[in-house]
């Protein structure tokens, strides 16, 4: 499998302008979900063709969502915790002091 660059990486590789902030953060979450999806769908030994099956999608979905190309909707997580035998967990938490 091709090794994928963390966050952290991604992240020092751009400015981080005030203005940004927002967008980073919406990016690193579509970009940790997706790399949360790709790692339960390789555990399983399935392909992204196969998840797509199993979910009703097209392997073009599955692959932009695992890049963290797209934020995914609750309907489409939950259509991919069920394709992996998961359980989507959805959580408030207090937010971290800046």
Not at 12 to 39: I, N, P
Not at 68 to 76: I, K, M, R
Request: proline share 2%; aromatic share 4%.
């Amino acid at each position: 499998m091709t090794e994928m660059a963390s966050w952290s990486e991604l992240k020092s590789r751009s400015d981080d302008s005030e203005g940004r902030r927002r967008g980073y953060q919406d990016a690193k979450d579509a970009f940790e979900l997706g790399a949360r999806v790709r790692a339960e769908r390789e555990r399983l030994k399935l392909t992204q063709s196969e998840l797509a099956a199993k979910m009703g999608t097209t392997q073009p979905t599955i692959a932009r969502l695992e890049a963290g190309g797209v934020t995914p909707s609750l309907d489409t997580l939950h259509r991919a915790a069920n394709a992996l035998g998961l359980e989507l967990v959805v959580d408030f938490r207090e937010a971290a002091s800046a």
